[in-house]
């Protein structure tokens, strides 16, 4: 078809003074899992209200299946929407929560009875379907959010954070079970998270917002290889990416980063580098990842310049350890793994893995280059 | 948790000249029952042993004017509680005083829901409307009388406006018809009191959380819909609450009848408090009024008792 | 909203408060009326020959109302309840709120007297006042309080307690705990934490609370009926009076009608904003 499923064109909310969302324009696929990530105050919340019609935009136009739904009440648009806090029915029992959406819809008794009761079944609340909603544990309470939803099969379904009131352990599971249940039925969601990690895991397509713009709408490979700007560099990714301040030189024919005494060759990606940088001003970004000790590459022959850093923390994780250097008086992160001998205040000789590093135009925070070499 | 307050003095601070007097003063216990000593001396003076009383008169045969102090009147037992049981009056005046409650009540509620609901939205004004409709229940019980004693005189503004807008051929004489005069002092109840109900409401529909009213929408229910399975079971403890508190109210209606009919015509209009006011202050029966004071005491304690139960499940 | 939906509220809104204010208006209006105008057909809400004689006749009974020979007022002039009025009312709700605060500090922090004796006091507002009344009355004359300002105070005190210790207790209860934690471990006395750190955060409160009682003294009616006849005599039993004995004195009835609001109408101005918010009771959930 071409036509998306979801679209939003140039939308725009305003409250008072305060812009939440700047025209912003969006095309979802049918049956997509797609994430809106952004720092809290980036109005991916106010934009998923008014995909629900929870919030009336102040301009441009939302289109569900091809037809403009603005002016239709959120009654009539039969998009399903889990609240960051369940915003559970609390005077009622699980049962009456479920059935909710089919008793307005005035569904035959046998209907309602027989659809709740496969929910319950589904969403293991069979135990739990004459409880009253405010005494359920917060696991059973996100399942009946979910299931007083999608007994109403809603054409979308917007989730709110809904995993933010979750231990971190739970979360994970959760996060599995949502992400499957997608799957299963086939539906298209709009999952709004601030956590990169959940988005990065669940998300077909990630929305990456900030300040009410969107700011990149990629895969999440594309957003951790292919970020297009200095504020994506920095959200995706743990630990976030090293981001070194740099200054583009010609020397002839040739041309160099240089940050202080260190300078990296760059003649290859000249043009590149010259066709989008404004100034001479950019910043080198490397993520803690492809920070190679200089014998790891050797070993894997990747020839770069060699930075000499001072070690001055030492996190062990699992089976990696982040290390933190100073480069003169730069802070750099490296992860590497358990095995490497390293200890604080000793000196360490590393090259930035030369396929991997991402260079910024200081001043627009554009993405130059990602990787390539 | 209470405050600890047994630790060593504080370096650098003054010493106290009675440091065993300061020491015991500042005793926790002792702090915490000087606090609630003069209520509760307030309390045993001007509610206990009255209460005694009221229980020793009921079972003694006194009037002031036997001429004896009332500790040596002889005891007439469960006699006065024999002859309120068999007493017409008494009767009828607490069965028109619960229709005055029932009939007053229920017109509070639903004219202050509504006007709740109709203020939910924000307009112009609204802060400065709302202060006009709260005043009502602020004036005197007394004033409201005179007010609705002057509109409703036979040749008062409500007649006037029966005959000229409405098409009545006379006026209407409120005071000599028992229905009418009763219906003149529910209305000036219902006037007084519906701001107390709309406060309530008010503020209670406004506390409520949005989001199951949104969730609801969101899930296809209509305003109506919303209104009658989410709105109003989250407000249910607020209205009984409400309703609790305006009908013990209303129960002890007796100014607006001393001052709009007297309990008149005859003693048609006549609410338990102004019968017993009027056997104990007037007729001086005081053993005969303190029996009646005793069962209306033990009575009303019962219905709380009842009333106050399905909140306490509720919770 | 539309503008239509504005509008359409605010004539809804206006129409109901037209209605609320109408007996109000119309005493206010009778107050200022000659006595020909009282009755008059067709009734004027604005007064043909206004006159102040209403007001001026209360305070001198002996004047003829409007300049009519005939109306001569037999009553009593109300400067005594007046100043009684406003003896009793302040001294009896500085007393109930001082003393309510101290117990809702009392119940707030300590629990005193356990969950039983905070609903105790509330019997006081539940019952009829006049089943209280007559005991009270052989009490009070035992004790020779009968018709003197002493004995209204005690009781105004004693049946607005319950109010002053609830509402009290709902603000103190606000006040977090670690603020006076930090002050006992500063070293400072449990009463210097009352006085110093508690009573000033609930300052407002306490303000709330005293115009509240205020009201419910100045308006009190029964208890002022029974106990008082000449000496101690109040406001709202001076308008009984005169309704009572002075027959069709409208005008001067109306005039002291309005004189009789004019303090409870200042404080509910007072009382406004802390009415409107905050005042839930807590208890809606969530």
């Known amino acids: 078809m071409g036509e998306g499923f979801i679209i939003l064109k140039g939308l725009r909310k305003e409250f008072g003074e305060l812009v939440a969302v700047e025209d912003l324009e969006l095309e979802v696929e049918e049956g997509e899992f797609l994430c809106f990530l952004g720092p809290s105050g980036c109005g991916k919340t106010t934009t998923l209200r008014m995909v629900a019609g929870l919030e009336i935009p102040t301009a441009g136009d939302i289109f569900l299946r091809g037809e403009r739904i603005n002016d239709l009440p959120p009654q009539r648009r039969n998009v399903g929407f889990v609240f960051q806090n369940y915003a559970l029915f609390w005077h009622m029992t699980v049962h009456d929560n479920l059935a909710f959406g089919l008793m307005v819809r005035r569904a035959p008794r046998s209907e309602i009875e027989r659809e709740v009761g496969e929910m319950a079944r589904w969403l293991e609340l069979e135990d739990l379907l004459e409880t009253k909603a405010s005494r359920l544990d917060l696991s059973a309470m996100q399942r009946v959010a979910l299931g007083r939803t999608l007994v109403t099969r809603p054409q979308v379904l917007l989730l709110d954070e809904p995993l933010n009131n979750f231990r971190p352990a739970l979360r994970e599971i959760m996060r599995g079970e949502l992400k499957r249940l997608q799957k299963q039925l086939g539906s298209t969601m709009i999952y709004v998270t601030h956590d990169q990690e959940e988005a990065m895991t669940m998300g077909d397509r990630i929305l990456v917002m900030s300040a009410g713009r969107k ?32 200054t583009y030189a010609r020397e002839g024919d040739r041309a160099f980063l240089r940050k202080g005494e260190l300078a990296w060759d760059v003649t290859l990606l000249r043009h590149a580098i010259e066709g989008g940088l404004r100034g001479e001003k950019a910043v080198l970004g490397v ?7 200089v014998e790891e590459a050797e070993r894997r022959g990747l020839k770069d310049t060699v930075v000499t850093g001072k070690v001055d923390l030492v996190q062990p994780l699992a089976r990696k350890k982040i290390v933190d250097l100073f480069i003169d008086d730069t802070l750099i992160k490296m992860v590497v793994s358990s095995d490497f001998p390293v200890a604080k205040d000793d000196q360490v000789e590393v090259v930035f893995h030369p396929q991997e590093t991402h260079l910024f135009d200081k001043e627009t925070e554009r993405a130059i280059y990602n990787g390539l070499s | 948790m209470a405050i600890k307050v047994e630790r060593p003095p504080v370096a650098g601070g003054r010493k106290p000249l009675f440091p065993r007097l300061v020491r015991a003063l500042n005793r926790e216990s002792f702090f915490q029952n000087v606090l609630a000593m003069p209520m509760q001396l307030l309390l045993w003076f001007l509610l206990i042993i009255p209460t005694l009383i009221v229980l020793y008169l009921s079972l003694v045969a006194w009037e002031p004017r036997m001429g004896v102090d009332w500790w040596q009147a002889p ?71 005179l007010a609705f004693y002057l509109l409703f005189l036979e040749k008062g503004l409500v007649n006037y406006i029966l005959i000229h807008f409405l098409g009545f051929e006379t006026g209407v004489a409120w005071y000599h018809y028992p229905a009418v005069a009763l219906s003149t002092i529910i209305l000036a109840d219902v006037w007084q009191w519906t701001p107390f109900m709309f406060l309530i409401l008010y503020s209670g529909l406004g506390a409520l959380p949005r989001d199951p009213v949104e969730a609801a929408m969101t899930l296809g229910a209509s305003r109506w819909q919303i209104f009658r399975y989410i709105t109003m079971p989250m407000l249910k403890q607020v209205i009984i609450i409400a309703l609790i508190i305006r009908s013990l109210e209303a129960f002890k ?57 399905p909140l306490e499940y509720e919770v | 909203m539309t503008l239509i939906g504005q509008a359409s509220r605010w004539l809804g809104a206006l129409a109901i408060c037209l209605v609320i204010l109408l007996p109000v208006v119309w005493v206010l209006s009778i ?61 009896a709700t500085a007393a109930s709120v001082l003393i309510g605060f101290f117990a809702a500090y009392a119940v707030s922090r300590y629990r ?18 006049v089943a209280f009344a007559v005991p009270l009355l052989v009490y009070y004359r035992m004790l020779g309080l009968i018709d003197t300002q002493l004995g209204l105070i005690l009781m105004y005190t004693a049946f607005t307690v319950a109010f002053s210790l609830w509402m009290m207790k709902g603000f103190i209860d606000g006040v977090p705990r670690h603020i006076e934690e930090a002050a006992v471990l500063d070293g400072a006395s449990p009463w210097r934490v009352l006085f110093t750190i508690t009573l000033p955060l609930v300052r407002g409160g306490l303000a709330a609370t005293a115009l509240f009682v205020f009201i419910l003294n100045w308006t009190e009616f029964l208890f002022a009926l029974v106990f008082t006849s000449r000496e101690a005599i109040t406001i709202p039993v001076q308008v009984s009076h005169y309704v009572g004995a002075v027959g069709r004195f409208y005008g001067p009835q109306a005039a002291l009608g309005i004189v009789a609001s004019i303090p409870v109408v200042v404080a509910g101005y007072l009382i406004q904003r802390h009415l409107v918010t905050g005042f839930t009771f807590g208890l809606v959930r969530e």
């Open chain 1, 215 to 246: 700011v990149q709408l990629a895969t999440p490979r594309e957003l951790y290889r292919q970020p297009n700007s200095l504020f994506v560099a920095g959200f995706i990714g743990r630990p976030p990416m090293n981001l070194l301040e740099v």
């Open chain 1, 287 to 293: 993520r803690p990842e492809h920070v190679l000790p």
């Open chain 2, 75 to 145: 005891f007439a037992w469960f006699r006065n509680y024999g002859h309120v049981l068999s007493d017409v009056r008494f009767w009828q005046a607490i069965v028109r005083t619960i229709g005055v409650v029932v009939v007053a009540v229920a017109l509070e509620f639903a004219i202050g829901l509504a006007l709740a609901l109709f203020f939910q939205r924000d307009f112009l004004g609204k802060r400065l409307f709302t202060a006009v409709i709260l005043y009502p229940m602020m004036l005197p019980w007394v004033v409201v009388g």
């Open chain 2, 253 to 309: 209606i007796f100014d607006l009848v001393f001052i709009m009919t007297g309990g008149g015509p005859g003693t048609a209009t006549e609410s338990l408090s102004l019968y017993i006011y009027r056997l104990g202050f007037v007729y001086g029966q005081l053993s005969y009024a303190a029996a009646m004071a005793v069962l209306i005491l033990v009575s009303i304690s019962i219905i709380i008792r009842l009333a106050v139960r």
């Open chain 3, 31 to 91: 107050s200022f009326k000659p006595p020909q105008e009282w009755l008059a057909y067709p009734p004027t809400i604005i007064p043909v020959e206004p006159t102040t004689s209403n007001y001026i006749v209360l305070f001198q009974p002996g004047n003829p109302v409007g300049g009519v020979a005939a109306m001569v007022s037999s009553a009593e002039p109300v400067t005594q309840a007046l100043i009684n009025s406003l003896i009793i009312a302040p001294i």
């Open chain 3, 112 to 129: 005193v007297g356990g969950t039983f004796m905070p609903f105790f006091t509330l019997t006081t507002r539940m019952f009829p006042p």
